[in-house]
């Protein structure tokens, strides 16, 4: 098949659909679905069609000649985002012996992969939001099984270390106050018997400030996103080290004056001030409300006064007097033994910082219990399922990256991971491989089929004209 006979199926159909439709005006569903079904198996072939000719002028470059020895011809398919590309592909023998596919490398196309870039991107974009079969589902192949395990590992082999897509800045942003909120989400591990449980997914997000959208309703300033598992103390290091390092890229450290850190009070949120310069811990007022009120639900009546009054020595800076409080409640209200350890620990592990919150100017509300719903709760511990290690950090990590940089960066990331796949082999001399007269050979012939297309095109005009006149003169005959 050459793009002439493309072009004449292509412009057949179209206009048969074309002349259905214009005898049956109420059928538009079905016109919109069979020209975006012509369209796209054009595309495919056409992409395909394409391929082949690369392959064939490879064969035929003289340098390809001088270096590598064919060996066989063989026939690829590729699930793309328009249906299946098949093309022909030659595999060469080069100097030390081995077997190479020299297309498949200009096209930086790892061995035995399936998916072109975009349509694995596409598969990556839908499993961030919906379930592995879903997005199993959003890609229609003829004959080519994608299943949900396929889109598994496809999440699964996301680099572990996501590389940044954007250049650091020339010129750094000029902030005195940053703000970091985090927390975690516990997703159900994928295991039966003792070893069930929960992994963390820690999740940080850097702002700017806050600003109000309307009445009641702000949104954060410049956020930026980190996330994933990162279990132990080094990988937490190491997370909250890749925190700092990005303020330093994109922050003028000399003009910043203070990182402020809002946290529930949890180990690895705390371990931040030894990693990321310039910050302070403030607690957050969610989680202090929560201690507070499950002790004053014990005073029964006096559960309004009782809250009052922690409230009034925490503005006071009371430490003592809130802890004689604790005490009192827990000699006369039974069974508040256990809910009033828990506020003393937590009152007296975060005084200083739940003083900071209080009378800190610059301290702004915390978010974090909201955000860790909607970026990983919703997607990952809403709902009854289960997760691998591998699967949980990875999906933690797009997550976050989508956020960032947003969907249609996804195909980096795609990229990205491929040519780490393909970088032993790039570099071992397949740049231009196809030579400069072939090119111009090729385009030439090309050129000589863009004139026949057109001739093509100026006499199906003719003969179509009379037919659609008499199709829409009988529609509205039928009105």
Known sequence: MDII??????????????????????????FEETVNGLTDQVAADFIGLTLTAADTLIRESGKRK???????????????????????HTLYKDSEGKIRCLLDELLHLPNRERFTPIAEAKVLNE?????????????????????KTTVMNKVHSIEKGLPPMEEAPVEKKACEYLYIEADEDHIHRQKDGKEQGCFMGKLI????????????????????????????TDQNASLWEEVDSYIRQHYDYDVLKCVYINSDGAGWIRAAVNYVGKSKLVADRFHLMKYINRVARYTLDEETITKERFYKYIYKDKLLAAKKLLTRIQNHCEGSGRTVEECRKYLVGNWEYIQRAFHDKHVLGCSAEGHVSSVYSERMSSRPMGWSETGSDRMCKLRCFIRNYGREKVIDLVNYRREKELYAVAATGTEGMIEECQRKQYTKKQREMQRYAETLHATLSKSSTVRKILAIREQIGNI
């Open 5 to 30: 006979t493309l072009i004449q199926v292509l412009v057949s159909g179209l206009l048969n659909a074309q002349e259905e439709f214009l005898e049956h005006l109420d059928r538009f569903s079905n």
């Open 66 to 88: 001088a270096s590598y020895t064919v060996q066989r011809s063989r026939n690829r398919t590729l699930i793309s985002g328009v249906g299946d590309i098949t093309f022909t």
């Open 127 to 147: 499993a961030e939001v919906h379930s592995y079969q879903r997005a199993a589902d959003s890609i229609q192949t003829k004959g080519q099984t994608i299943t």
């Open 205 to 232: 997000y850097l702002f700017e400030g806050k600003e109000e959208v309307c009445k009641g309703r702000r949104k954060l300033i410049s956020p930026f996103y980190f996330g994933g598992l990162y279990p132990g």
